[in-house]
């Protein structure tokens, strides 16, 4: 599978912002989704994630209450809604899969820049 994610931008404190993550390949509906994220000068962080079915679901304490993930198995898309966006939420976001809960993540794509000033 391969992924690409889309969506960010520049965003006052306060707002909203959805993010996609578009996969390509046929087996994209087996596959654990998250979504991290690394602001400059820090270390990558897990945001959130997802298991095929969308019944498993873990957050990050930071984004809880806030964010909200969710995929579309049809469409392989991944969406990470986030609401009520603080300036300390900027970061450069990366979708990741991998394909069971016991491994690390294997497969990434690129980046979306996430701006949010105060």
């Known amino acids: 599978v391969q992924l690409q994610a889309s969506g960010g931008g520049l965003v006052q404190a306060g707002g909203s912002l959805r993010l996609t993550c578009a996969a390509s390949g046929r087996t994209f509906s087996v596959y654990r989704m998250g979504w991290f994220r690394q602001a400059p000068g820090k270390e990558r962080e897990f945001v959130a994630a997802?298991?095929?079915?969308?019944?498993?679901?873990n957050y990050a304490d930071s984004v809880k209450g806030r964010f909200t993930i969710s995929r579309d198995n049809a469409k392989n898309m991944v969406y990470l809604q986030m609401n009520s966006l603080k300036p300390e939420d900027t970061a450069v976001y990366h979708c990741a899969a991998k394909r069971s809960a016991n491994v690390t993540y294997g497969v990434w794509g690129q980046g979306t820049l996430v701006t949010v000033s105060s």
């Open positions: 997802i298991n095929w079915s969308g019944a498993s679901i």
